[in-house]
T-cell receptor
């Protein structure tokens, strides 16, 4: 099992560009999450999906959209990137309680 | 809105010491509380999960306690080792499945 995988690992964008962060899990988990982590801080929930076909806003959803494509995949889209979105993005999945995290995507918006 | 605070923000101890990390939360209506470890540049690894009805969980040299009524949890690390150096985060999950994280405690264990 690969667990939770994220692509890309690193990305540099210019202000106004768009991109999609990909996340996939092979553990047959129902719930999936997107977080961002800024330097010296904990994780803040952007969006989550309790099951295939459902998504809900977290603490900091503005500027982001998500798609739960199927049970395995949960993508995060930045339509018009801003420097304030420079961060490390983590995807996680959960069968019910314990969350399993991917390695993260480091995003720099210039 | 749930707020999670971790004190201290950083801690440095000599190898072999026992230590306690603290986590407090403002809303006691939680589903569970989880402690994670994060190594530099890496993702998070779950250490211990305590259900809201439980008082503590143990794994090896780690023991986590939960006092839901006072909004506090502690992570006790016995006989610390240099390999324990990392950032430790606590997270509380509500009944809707949303988790709120603290900012973490960065632990350095000196040989």
């Amino acid at each position: 099992n690969a667990g939770v995988t994220q692509t890309p690992k690193f990305q540099v964008l210019k202000t106004g560009q768009s991109m999609t962060l990909q996340c996939a899990q092979d553990m047959n988990h129902n719930s999936m999450y997107w977080y961002r982590q800024d330097p010296g801080m904990g994780l803040r929930l952007i969006y989550y999906s309790a099951s295939e076909g459902t998504t809900d806003k977290g603490e900091v959803p503005n500027g982001y959209n998500v798609s739960r494509l199927n049970k395995r995949e949960f993508s995060l889209r930045l339509e018009s990137a801003a420097p304030s979105q420079t961060s490390v993005y983590f995807c996680a999945s959960s069968p019910k309680e314990t969350q399993y995290f991917g390695p993260g995507t480091r995003l720099l918006v210039l | 809105k749930q707020e999670v605070t971790q004190i201290p923000a950083a801690l440095s101890v000599p190898e072999g010491e026992n230590l306690v990390l603290n986590c407090s939360f403002t809303d006691s209506a939680i589903y569970n509380l989880q402690w994670f470890r994060q190594d530099p540049g890496k993702g998070l690894t779950s250490l211990l999960l305590i259900q809201s009805s439980q008082r503590e969980q143990t794994s090896g040299r780690l023991n986590a306690s939960l006092d839901k009524s006072s909004g506090r949890s502690t992570l006790y690390i016995a006989a610390s080792q240099p390999g324990d150096s990392a950032t430790y985060l606590c997270a509380v999950e509500d009944n809707a499945g949303k988790s709120t994280f603290g900012d973490g405690t960065t632990l350095t264990v000196k040989p």
